[in-house]
């Protein structure tokens, strides 16, 4: 264990550090988490800024925004339940802390990539639930919840400026909107820097980490070493259902009820993709293709239900945003009906065909 205290320089610069390091010299890795846990009391948080990290950036004004991180590979045929979880958490937790220094220095990239890492651990927390101890992990998967709550709220601001306004909009009526947009995006960028360093996130952080080192302490020596195809087809068909519930009647349902099928629908696709070595053959490609189908759809009813919140979010705040702000809502009103009227006819194909994992 060291303990940094001090400066780091790079020519003119220089920034004031604090910092912990753990290093396993010998032992388990599941050890050094273990002892990890042990200073949650302390105001200190994990970051994926390294101290070398730290002269770079001092050095070059910059973060380097084009360092690759490897998402979570297929599984293979013989992976375990233990393995898989493992590689899974393993890979996303890396791709959140990995990019968690850009985000919070205003990289619109790096949180998009935070995001859909939360997205996924979420997605995998839930997919695996079945085969946990009832009451396993539920304390982290509120507090994943909580994190995609304010990156989300960086994150729409992103979309609107980039996405929705040059889509809905002329340049003049957009323009009005964007200094009001960058005034947002930087309050909801400064929340999302205080509440990382809150120690409930270290906590969880650490809790995955230290499960991917022990999964049969989690799962119990015979699951964690039981192959994932035995148990692959029970895990995406209690998915698939709660799809097909959250849709039932799709014409009729409500903003807020057509947001929850598109989660479901997401965390299923999420799912699928990471066992879909386990399978072959022309059903696949057909399943996945009306999922994503029906998800690109939810994806652009999403944008414009966003756009709308957004604007009238501002306008209350600034009414004399209020024409220009209804000619917006009114662009992405004529957006979503024509979305409501294709959605039905989707949905139907993506339900009546039979998941690939059932045949």
Same mark, same amino acid.
């Given at each position: 264990?060291?303990?940094?205290?001090?400066?780091?320089?790079?020519?003119?610069?220089?920034?004031?550090?604090?910092?912990?390091?753990?290093?396993?010299?010998?032992?388990?890795?599941?050890?050094?988490?273990?002892?990890?846990?042990?200073?949650?009391?302390?105001?200190?948080?994990?970051?994926?800024?390294t101290l070398p990290m730290r002269?770079?950036? $001092?050095? =070059? /004004?910059?973060?380097? %925004? +084009?360092?690759?991180v490897q998402s979570a590979l297929?599984? *293979?045929?013989?992976?375990?339940?233990?393995?898989?979880?493992?590689?899974?958490?393993?890979?996303?937790?890396?791709?959140?802390?990995?990019?968690?220094?850009?985000?919070?220095?205003?990289?619109?990239?790096?949180?998009?990539?935070?995001?859909?890492?939360?997205?996924?651990?979420?997605?995998?927390?839930?997919?695996?639930?079945?085969?946990?101890?009832?009451?396993?992990?539920?304390?982290?998967?509120?507090?994943?919840?909580?994190?995609?709550?304010?990156?989300?709220?960086?994150?729409?601001?992103?979309?609107?400026?980039?996405?929705?306004?040059?889509?809905?909009?002329?340049?003049?009526?957009?323009?009005?909107?964007?200094?009001?947009?960058?005034?947002?995006?930087?309050?909801?960028?400064?929340?999302?820097?205080?509440?990382?360093?809150?120690?409930?996130?270290?906590?969880?952080? $650490?809790? =995955? /980490?230290?499960?991917? %080192? +022990?999964?049969?302490?989690?799962?119990?020596?015979?699951? *964690?070493?039981?192959?994932?195809?035995?148990?692959?087809?029970?895990?995406?068909?209690?998915?698939?259902?709660?799809?097909?519930?959250?849709?039932?009647?799709?014409?009729?349902?409500?903003?807020?009820?057509?947001?929850?099928?598109?989660?479901?629908?997401?965390?299923?696709?999420?799912?699928?993709?990471?066992?879909?070595?386990?399978?072959?053959?022309?059903?696949?490609?057909?399943?996945?293709?009306?999922?994503?189908?029906?998800?690109?759809?939810?994806?652009?009813?999403?944008?414009?239900?966003?756009?709308?919140?957004?604007?009238?979010?501002?306008?209350?705040?600034?009414?004399?945003?209020?024409?220009?702000?209804?000619?917006?809502?009114?662009?992405?009103?004529?957006?979503?009906?024509?979305?409501?009227?294709?959605?039905?006819?989707?949905?139907?194909?993506?339900?009546?065909?039979?998941?690939?994992?059932?045949?």
């Amino acid at each position: 264990m060291t303990l940094s205290r001090g400066s780091v320089q790079a020519g003119e610069q220089a920034e004031a550090v604090c910092a912990l390091d753990l290093t396993l010299l010998s032992g388990e890795a599941r050890d050094l988490y273990a002892f990890a846990h042990t200073l949650n009391d302390l105001p200190i948080w994990l970051t994926g800024e390294t101290l070398p990290m730290r002269g770079v950036r $001092l050095a =070059l /004004g910059q973060y380097d %925004e +084009d360092v690759t991180v490897q998402s979570a590979l297929p599984f *293979a045929g013989d992976m375990t339940v233990g393995k898989g979880w493992s590689q899974s958490v393993r890979a996303f937790l890396t791709v959140f802390l990995a990019a968690q220094p850009a985000a919070e220095h205003g990289s619109v990239d790096a949180v998009h990539e935070m995001r859909v890492a939360v997205r996924r651990l979420r997605t995998i927390l839930k997919a695996f639930r079945p085969l946990f101890p009832k009451g396993a992990l539920a304390n982290e998967m509120s507090v994943f919840q909580q994190i995609g709550r304010f990156l989300g709220n960086v994150r729409d601001w992103d979309v609107f400026q980039t996405e929705i306004l040059p889509a809905y909009v002329s340049g003049d009526i957009a323009s009005e909107f964007v200094q009001l947009a960058k005034e947002k995006r930087v309050s909801a960028l400064a929340e999302m820097r205080q509440k990382l360093t809150d120690p409930s996130i270290t906590s969880t952080l $650490l809790s =995955l /980490g230290h499960s991917t %080192e +022990d999964p049969a302490a989690l799962f119990g020596a015979e699951t *964690a070493d039981a192959l994932l195809e035995d148990h692959a087809p029970v895990l995406l068909d209690r998915m698939a259902r709660k799809v097909q519930h959250r849709g039932h009647h799709i014409g009729h349902l409500s903003d807020r009820q057509l947001h929850d099928v598109r989660k479901s629908l997401k965390g299923l696709r999420y799912s699928i993709e990471s066992i879909l070595p386990l399978y072959n053959g022309s059903r696949v490609e057909t399943y996945m293709g009306h999922c994503k189908d029906l998800q690109d759809l939810f994806g652009r009813f999403n944008d414009a239900a966003t756009a709308e919140a957004l604007v009238r979010q501002a306008i209350k705040e600034r009414p004399d945003l209020t024409e220009a702000g209804n000619a917006i809502v009114h662009m992405a009103h004529r957006e979503r009906k024509k979305i409501l009227k294709k959605l039905p006819k989707r949905w139907k194909i993506f339900s009546k065909d039979v998941p690939f994992w059932c045949q």
